[in-house]
Structures are given as C-alpha cells and as structure tokens.
C-alpha cells in the first residue's frame, strides 16, 4: 500500500516542479513586446526572454564571462524547425523568468522552443524567428519609459533622464537588441562595426543622423550612436523609436530633452509634471464622457454613450526615470505607442512600475454638484477610485438611460479623509466638438496615414488621437496617443504608429478595433488649490469613439 501511495504521489510531485513557460511568454528582452503583435517576432542574434514557472533556480544567476555555455546553472533551451535543432545561449536564470540569445544561425520561421532546468523539460512554446525586430531597453526595465540612453558628459556618460537632459545636435548611445545575425560565434565577445541591417532613429517624429549601428562589446546587445535632430521638441517624454530594413518598428520609448545639455527638463503645459518628477502630492480630478458609435460586426449602428469619473490623489515617489503613460505625454504634434499582453478594453492598464508610494485618502464618497442637483461619485471599483455616473446603452432594456454631463459650471466636493481635508474643486465643462470626418472612418489602411478632424474645439485646447487594437486570440493589445497641437483641427497619425497595431480579425468577435478622439489633459483642465496638495487638476474630458478594422 505504500508504494502503491508512492507510486500515485510521484507524478503530482515531477508535474509540480516542471518548468513551465507561459502561452506567448517569449519576448524580446528590450520591448517586452507580447508575442502576438506585428512587432512580437524574435531576431536572429537577439536576446530574448522567457517567462514562466520554475524556469531555473530560485536566486537568480547571470552569466560573467566568455565563452558562454549552451548551459548555465543546470538551464539549457532548444530551438527546433523539422528536423534542425539550435541551442539557445543562457544569459540570466531564475525561477520566473530566463534571458538567452537566439543563435544567429537559427531557422527563420515558425519555430518551437523548449527549456529544460535540471534534466525536466518545459512545454514546447511556438516563437516566430526574423532576421530583425529591434527593442529598446529602457531604466523603468519594463519595455515603456526612458530608454536606456546615455550622453557624452566629462570623463564619460551620463544617462538621459528627466534630471539630465539631451539638447538637440547631441550624439548619443542607444542601448538595444534585435538589430540582426553576426556572421561569428554568439558565445563569445561580439565584433565592432555596423551591422548590414538598415537602422533608422526617429525623435519626436524627426528622423536622426546614425553614426553606428552594431553589437556592443556585450553578446546579442547592440548598440546605436545617433544625434539628436536639431530641431526635436522638448520635454521630460519626448518619443523615441528605430525602425529596421525600413519597415521593422521598435517599441516607443522616451528621451529627456532639452535646450541646455544637463539641464532637469521642462513641461510647462503640464502642471501636474513638476511634482510628478520631483516627488509630492498629485490629485487629478476627472470628470468623462465617452460616447462610441458601435457599427462594425453589427447589423444596425448604435452609439453608446458612458459618463464617468476618476479620483487619483497619491503621493508619487518622483525620481529621474518617473514615468506613468498617461501622464507622461508626448509633446504637442507626436505620437506615442503602448503594448500590452493583455485585453486593454477589459483590464485598462499597462505593465508599467508603479510611480506612487501610496494613495491619499479624501473620503468618501465625493459629490458633484451642479445647477441641475447633486451626485454622489461613488465608485464601483474602490482600488481605482472611478465608476459611472450615467450611461445611454439603448440596446440594454431594463437599465436606465441618463447622462448627466452636460455643458455647464460644475463642483467636485470631497468630504475630507485621514490624508486630505474636505475640499471643493469647481471647473467648467465646455460646449462640445465635433469629429467631422467620424463616419467616414472606418477601414484603416495601416500602409497609410490616417487622417483625423474636428470642429469646434477651444482654441486652447490640444486635442488627442488614440487608437487602440486588441487581438483576443492572442490575447494583446497596441494603442497610439497622439497629441495634435493646440488650435490645430486636424491630425495625420504616421504610418509607422499605425503597423505597430495588430489587424482586425474577418471574425469580429476576435478582435476589438476603436479610434478615439477627444482633448488631451491638461487640455480644458482647471488648476486647483487642494490645502497639502502640491499640484491639483479638475479634468473635464470629452471623447468620442469610433469602432473600425486595421488593415
């Protein structure tokens, strides 16, 4: 009976400790890119991470020396097409996760990659090989942010950050992976010299000089030496991407630029940035409607309207490298781009660090209050501090259908709390605009730049372009923000910004495709005064959505 328990108990026990890699959790080890997207692909001589369970040892342990093995600390992993088997080259091992560099004489293609820690393998994972596929390392380590960018400073380099600025006409060394095959050995130091893949560099939309483009003294890290353009926009969040044999897109990062090289940088359309990047107390009011015309996959169009609000008060840590996506925008007439292995529509959020060392309490619940009567804003999900406040879904009976934001004086009141006192915050809610060009958006040629305009906006208001994409199958998600300067009437979002989004699926319950178009915080936002808060915002936001099929 006891070996008969024996005997039951071992499988439970090996299943326990196999390593495990993730559905889609091979990713480039710069971008962090998800497996699904255009931009998801492994290059040849990259290097490249895995993620999963009891992958390797529980204290993580990095390689220190050449040449480098097949196996390290008991972890090796196999790349197979047919009847062709490659070995990975081990670079960091741990329990959750492992780094290694795709050999440069892998099979382009479909391939199947498998690991095994300690004589147990892992589930084989499919991973698209190319020949290029750059991304971006970055200080936030998350793939979004400050890339890993350093400047010419005396008696060496400096990194670029929110607290060091670049100045345009500078040279700087960009560290990433993914820029192609060397012709030698991947396990030993890597040689000098650019590398046949074409590279380009674009800052804020403007295309830079390169100046070098090759491995790094380091196997599968490469390195890009450009200058930055002359006339680059400032800001702490200016975007930063490469683009590889003219079509491959990068992930988007983010440079510090200024017009003194060393100087902290500067947004001063973005109240709430100073304290961001310094460090304090930040509270953004927002008060939204979105409203969604509903017409592919459907047989009769429908326009879904929701009035919502979010409360976000929290003491930020601040830091050189602060960055939160969407606080943290691009300059007027740029664009930005967010990935995500996950559904956004559903989760809203990011893989990004947290920027706050905690949240503020105020009370609860706040009250808004306008000519037409009061609202409790009680929120429906309390962690986030947001919820409804009306909705028009016509084509749910049995709900009721009222918004209640309107054109008009508005007060937000909060009943004081253990970390705030009670306060009011009025602001105003402008007339609304009209996206003039809506219905006719609705097939979007991602080989083309898309075209966007509006009428009626305030002549001080910077109106914002979002698209986002979700592939369901692959279970991940793109989405551009593009900021479109103040007065402006129109946009054209790049082509670049565009083929980062995954294509609309022929079923339309695989796929969720909308462009959004409304105005940019702080855009019609009302500077406050809170008493211990260090920057305030009330934060009236109009957005109108559009469902559509990238092409």
Request: charged content about 10%; some cysteine; proline content about 9%.
């Amino acid at each position: 009976m006891r070996r008969l328990f024996l005997f039951w108990g071992l499988p439970g026990l090996l299943c326990a400790q196999l390593p495990v890699i993730y559905s889609h959790g091979v990713t480039n080890a710069g971008s962090y890119t998800a497996a699904g997207l255009p931009t998801g692909s492994i290059a040849l001589g990259s290097i490249f991470t895995i993620f999963g369970t009891n992958l390797g040892p529980t204290t993580g342990v990095q390689v220190s020396s050449f040449p480098l093995g097949t196996t390290f600390n008991g972890v090796s992993i196999k790349v197979i097409q047919g009847t062709t088997t490659v070995n990975a080259i081990p670079l960091y091992v741990g329990q959750n996760s492992v780094n290694a560099i795709m050999p440069s004489n892998t099979p382009l293609g479909l391939v199947s990659l498998r690991l095994t820690y300690n004589g147990l393998q892992s589930n084989p994972i499919p991973v698209r090989i190319v020949n290029d596929s750059p991304g971006i390392f970055t200080f936030t380590g998350t793939g979004m942010g400050p890339a890993a960018a350093l400047i010419p400073v005396t008696g060496g380099l400096a990194n670029n950050s929110t607290a060091y600025t670049a100045k345009p006409g500078q040279v700087l060394t960009l560290y990433l992976t993914g820029l192609g095959p060397i012709t030698t050995a991947d396990n030993v130091a890597p040689p000098s010299g650019n590398l046949p893949t074409v590279v380009e560099v674009f800052v804020g939309g403007q295309s830079a000089s390169v100046e070098y483009s090759g491995r790094s003294s380091n196997a599968g890290l490469d390195q890009i030496n450009f200058v930055v353009p002359p006339s680059s926009p400032s800001g702490c969040w200016v975007p930063l991407y490469v683009r590889t044999s003219r079509v491959n897109i990068s992930n988007f990062t983010t440079l510090s630029i200024g017009a003194k090289n060393g100087a902290p940088c500067s947004e001063p359309d973005n109240p709430l940035a100073k304290v961001f990047v310094s460090g304090g107390k930040l509270a953004q009011l927002t008060v939204a409607r979105f409203s969604v015309l509903e017409d592919v996959g459907m047989v009769n169009f429908v326009e879904v309207a929701s009035d919502v609000f979010g409360i976000g008060m929290s003491l930020e840590k601040g830091g050189p490298f602060a960055y939160a996506p969407f606080l943290s925008l691009p300059p007027a007439g740029t664009c930005t781009v967010f990935t995500t292995g996950s559904d956004f529509f559903s989760s809203g959020s990011l893989p990004v660090n947290s920027t706050s060392v905690r949240t503020l309490d105020a009370g609860n619940p706040f009250m808004l209050d306008s000519s037409t009567g009061n609202l409790a804003m009680t929120a429906t999900n309390p962690a986030l501090a947001a919820g409804y406040l009306g909705s028009f879904a016509p084509y749910l009976s049995g709900l009721p259908n009222q918004l209640v934001i309107n054109p008009g004086s508005y007060t937000i009141k909060a009943p004081g709390g253990a970390d705030v006192n009670a306060f009011s915050a009025p602001f105003n809610i402008p007339p609304p605009f009209t996206w003039s060009n809506r219905s006719q958006t609705t097939i979007v040629n991602r080989t083309q730049a898309l075209s966007v305009a509006w009428t009626n906006a305030a002549p001080e208001t910077s109106m914002a372009v979002i698209g986002v994409s979700t592939d369901l199958p692959a279970n991940a998600s793109a989405i551009f923000y593009c900021v479109a300067p103040a007065g402006a009437s129109s946009f054209s979002v790049p082509v670049d910004v565009l083929s980062v989004l995954p294509a609309t699926h022929g079923d339309p319950l695989k796929s969720k495709s909308v462009i959004f178009v409304g105005n940019s915080p702080p855009s019609n936002a009302t500077l406050v005064q809170i008493p211990g808060i260090d920057a305030a915002l009330a934060e009236p936001t109009l957005i109108y959505g559009k469902t559509v099929v990238f092409q």
